[in-house]
T-cell receptor, first 113, second 110 residues
Framework: NAGVMQNPRHLVRRRGQEARLRCSPMKGHSHVYWYRQLPEEGLKFMVYLQKENIIDESGMPKERFSAEFPKEGPSILRIQQVVRGDSAAYFC???????????FGPGTRLTVT | AQSVTQLGSHVSVSEGALVLLRCNYSSSVPPYLFWYVQYPNQGLQLLLKYTTGATLVKGINGFEAEFKKSETSFHLTKPSAHMSDAAEYFCAVSNNDMRFGAGTRLTVKP
């Protein structure tokens, strides 16, 4: 059973470009969570999704950031018009239905130049 | 609202010494509590969790944690540190969603 997959592992974007981060949850998991980790800081919750639904996006910046988890395919975190402050590690986690335990992917490290 | 406080952003111990990483939480309902470990440039790996039942929880790599409701604490311990334990450790509390502490970086000196 493969774990949570994230790609790319490293992503470099220039200011103003778009960044697309992908997350494939573990098999059988229908809940996906995105977190951001800034250097020397802990994990900050961004968004919680189930298939085709955003359940909680209280941690998402109001502008430029969006997330989706379509019926088919991976969850996508999109950052439009990236700025230097978006440089961080973005982690995805998944959990099965009615479980509080989350399984984390290896993360995508975004660098904005 | 639930939250987690990890006391001490950096902890340094000698190899073979006791490891104690502190975590206090606040939650309006009985919480689920977790400790995760993060090695450099990697994702988070679950060390152990408390849901219900026995308050002393044993995890991987010789770690354990005790849920103390009266103290709202869930401190992580290991009797004897190993060099390979050097990593970042995160405490987390979960009801409907999960909230993480800021992390504690453990350094193990030879």
């Amino acid at each position: 059973n493969a774990g949570v997959m994230q790609n790319p592992r490293h992503l470099v974007r220039r200011r103003g470009q778009e960044a697309r981060l992908r997350c494939s949850p573990m098999k059988g998991h229908s809940h996906v969570y995105w977190y951001r980790q800034l250097p020397e800081e802990g994990l900050k919750f961004m968004v919680y999704l189930q298939k085709e639904n955003i359940i909680d996006e209280s941690g998402m910046p109001k502008e430029r950031f969006s997330a989706e988890f379509p019926k088919e395919g991976p969850s996508i975190l999109r950052i439009q018009q990236v700025v230097r402050g978006d440089s961080a590690a973005y982690f995805c986690a998944s959990s099965p239905v009615e479980s509080y335990e989350q399984y984390f992917g290896p993360g995508t490290r975004l660098t904005v130049t | 609202a639930q939250s987690v406080t990890q006391l001490g952003s950096h902890v340094s111990v000698s190899e073979g010494a006791l490891v104690l990483l502190r975590c206090n939480y606040s939650s309006s309902v009985p919480p689920y509590l977790f400790w995760y470990v993060q090695y450099p440039n990697q994702g988070l790996q679950l060390l152990l969790k408390y849901t219900t039942g026995a308050t002393l929880v044993k995890g991987i790599n010789g770690f354990e944690a005790e849920f103390k409701k009266s103290e709202t604490s869930f401190h992580l311990t290991k009797p004897s540190a190993h060099m390979s334990d050097a990593a970042e450790y995160f405490c987390a509390v979960s009801n409907n969603d999960m909230r993480f502490g800021a992390g504690t970086r453990l350094t193990v000196k030879p």
